[in-house]
């Protein structure tokens, strides 16, 4: 199911979208078989592999589905050009309205409106401005409902123990130093590389722009993977962050509590 969910995800633009050549039908084919087979080995080993917090959920699920809804909400905000309906349009005026709202001075949305070239359509811009809009409110929301649940529910606790060594394969316990401390820095820098990288992609792209080729984004899929990506892996690294500084003070927490076995009365 993972990896059918995960196949449906890739395809997903270029079977929304009716612009798609043979050869970007069959890349995207290879690409979605390659991301089955990964996924179908990593929760189909007992080991650890690449993916992290595995055997943590909901974490993984939390942020599928947050990817999985905006690369199908701006799929149906594009596919609002092609074929017109009262559904696509619907989303797209309500887009619209979500990104104005957020569209402010110094804003991330602002910020990759700035990055597309002077001479760009103001219909293109107001495209960009719509997914840029829908997508960063998916990936607050995503990061607002992560917070809630780890408050309410004590996640990675509400349900069996937390393994280390399986949620946290590129995490070596035995590099050196304190592994709390470790984990603590860890967590500050992607917390602190979450919140500045919806600028930094934007000024990395206009800096791309203007020493080599343009990037406007007129492409449906291109404009939907860059602005997905753009919006997600920041709110992916706020997450990570989160959680492992959630796993710091659980270690913390056992430390004590066997420290304070260790001295009680006989």
């Not at 087979?37 to 699920?61: H, I, K, Q």
Request: proline letters at 7%.
């Amino acid at each position: 199911m993972r990896a059918c969910l995960v196949v449906l995800l890739v395809v997903m633009p270029s079977l929304m979208l009716p612009s798609v050549t043979s050869d970007a039908a069959q890349v995207v084919a290879l690409l979605a078989l390659c991301a089955a087979a990964l996924t179908m080995f990593e929760y189909g080993s007992v080991y650890p592999g690449l993916v992290e917090f595995r055997d943590a959920p909901p974490f993984n699920r939390i942020r599928f589905a947050s990817l999985f809804l905006t690369v199908f909400l701006l799929s149906v905000v594009v596919m609002a050009e092609f074929q017109p309906t009262t559904l696509t349009r619907f989303l797209e005026v309500l887009g619209a309205a979500v990104a104005r709202s957020i569209d402010f001075p110094y804003s991330p949305v602002r910020v990759l409106v700035l990055m597309l070239p002077a001479d760009v359509g103001a219909a293109h811009l107001e495209r960009v401005r719509t997914a840029a809009g829908v997508s960063y409110l998916i990936s607050l929301t995503t990061l607002g409902y992560f917070v809630v649940l780890l408050r309410t529910m004590g996640w990675p606790q509400c349900r069996t123990g937390f393994n280390v060594w399986v949620n946290l394969p590129t995490f070596d316990p035995a590099a050196g130093g304190d592994v709390v401390e470790r984990l603590r820095r860890d967590a500050w820098f992607n917390v602190a590389l979450g919140f500045v990288l919806p600028f930094i992609i934007p000024a990395v792209v206009k800096a791309i722009s203007m020493t080599l080729t343009p990037i406007t984004l007129t492409s449906p899929h291109t404009m939907i993977w860059t602005v997905t990506a753009w919006a997600f892996l920041p709110a992916s690294l706020l997450m990570r962050g989160i959680a492992m500084g959630r796993v710091a003070s659980m270690i913390e927490a056992k430390r004590a509590e066997s420290r304070d076995e260790s001295f009680a009365p006989a």
